[in-house]
């Protein structure tokens, strides 16, 4: 029976830059999907149930509008609208810092093309 004098590295090497590709791509996922949001405080919030499927549809502070995590026109916005169910559940999240007239602008979007399950994403005052 042949002795090995040294353990084989290779297959250990090998799994570790595995995982270290799987972090990786991970983690810029993440990152990605982070938009920054400061949301206002409401004294009334209720929280959706965790198993419910919605697409977040959010305007920062510099009133851009994203669609699920991708930053969009307001006509882009509405031909993807068109794509989807009037029974999607809609979660707005917007920047308490934005200006009125974009998200006025979407309610008016959302109530022509009849979405009916709208959530507006807030924080509870304490």
Sequence with gaps: MKRFD????IPFIDIMLVLLAIV???ASFVSQ?????N???AQQVTELP?????????????NELFFAGEKLSHEDLAQRLLSLSPETMLVLRIDKAAVFEPFV???DLLKQQQFKNL???ALTAS
């Design 6 to 9: 040294q353990i084989n590295m």
């Design 24 to 26: 990786l791509t991970t």
């Design 33 to 37: 999907g982070l938009i920054e949001v």
């Design 39 to 41: 949301l206002p405080s």
């Design 50 to 62: 965790a198993n419910q499927e919605s697409i977040e549809i959010t305007i920062n502070a510099q």
């Design 105 to 107: 602008k979407l309610i």
């Design 119 to 121: 959530s507006i994403q």
